[in-house]
């Protein structure tokens, strides 16, 4: 069994810094690349930030670039995703997804962690 788990999370004051972390584990899994998604009240999930299994390849947001980075730790395994700059908007549940190896998909998702920014 595929687990996905968040860490991390939390409020803070707009301009302020989070620090989201997310490892997946499970029997014979391998993960392609990771991602970051959110979702904020009313609104449709949307995609955040994605890092390859080699760490070598990111993608981010138009919205979050310049002040959220995603990394990967090799040696735990696990990716974080560090929040500068903080807004009101990326007030959301984050969520943490696993893309298959075998089946390109974002098939493995974690329960999700609230981020709640204030003015």
């Known amino acids: 069994q595929v687990q996905v788990v968040e860490s991390g999370g939390g409020s803070a004051q707009a301009g302020g810094s989070l620090r989201l972390s997310c490892a997946a584990s499970?029997?014979?899994?391998?993960?392609?690349?990771m991602g970051w998604f959110r979702q904020a009240p009313g609104k449709e999930r949307e995609f955040v930030a994605s890092?390859?299994?080699?760490?070598?390849?990111?993608n981010l947001a138009a919205s979050v670039k310049g002040r959220f980075t995603i990394s990967k730790d090799n040696a735990k395994n696990t990716v974080h995703l560090q929040m500068n700059s903080l807004k009101p908007e990326d007030t959301a549940v984050y969520y943490c997804?696993?893309?298959?190896?075998?089946?390109?998909?974002?098939?493995?998702w974690g329960q999700g962690t609230q981020v709640t920014v204030s003015s």
């Open positions: 890092i390859t299994w080699s760490g070598a390849s990111t």
């Open positions: 997804a696993a893309q298959n190896t075998a089946t390109l998909r974002y098939d493995y």
């Open positions: 499970g029997r014979s899994f391998s993960w392609s690349r």
